[in-house]
Nanobody
Framework: QVQLVESGGGLVQPGGSLRLSCAAS????????MGWYRQAPGKQRELVAV???????NYADSVRGRFTVSRDNAKNTVSLQMNSLKPEDTAVYFC?????????????WGQGTQVTVSS
């Protein structure tokens, strides 16, 4: 059983910074893409930033230049450094992994961590 455990959410003022971290554990053979999605109240879940296992990042236009995704493939972890946060960044942030284990490739999601940007 694979688990994704997130940490680092919270309340921050506009213009502030937060760092999210996620660690994958369990029967993992390969993690192809790993990163973050978010879902604000009343909205669909959307991509924030994902990094491939060869280090190529993909960012949503709304966060490019403010957020940085990073991975440690050896430790099966991914982090998201969020700077210059805006109220519209408020959402539940979900860790995501596109992975293979026991001969099957599938998507895995974390439980989510709340990020609130407010003065």
């Amino acid at each position: 059983q694979v688990q994704l455990v997130e940490s680092g959410g919270g309340l921050v003022q506009p213009g502030g910074s937060l760092r999210l971290s996620c660690a994958a554990s369990g029967n993992i053979f390969t993690i192809y893409n790993m990163g973050w999605y978010r879902q604000a109240p009343g909205k669909q879940r959307e991509l924030v930033a994902v990094m491939s296992n060869n280090g190529r990042p993909n960012y949503a236009d709304s966060v490019r230049g403010r957020f940085t995704v990073s991975r440690d493939n050896a430790k099966n972890t991914v982090s998201l450094q969020m700077n210059s946060l805006k109220p519209e960044d408020t959402a539940v942030y979900f860790c995501y992994a596109d992975l293979a284990g026991r001969g099957v490739r599938y998507d895995k999601w974390g439980q989510g961590t709340q990020v609130t940007v407010s003065s």
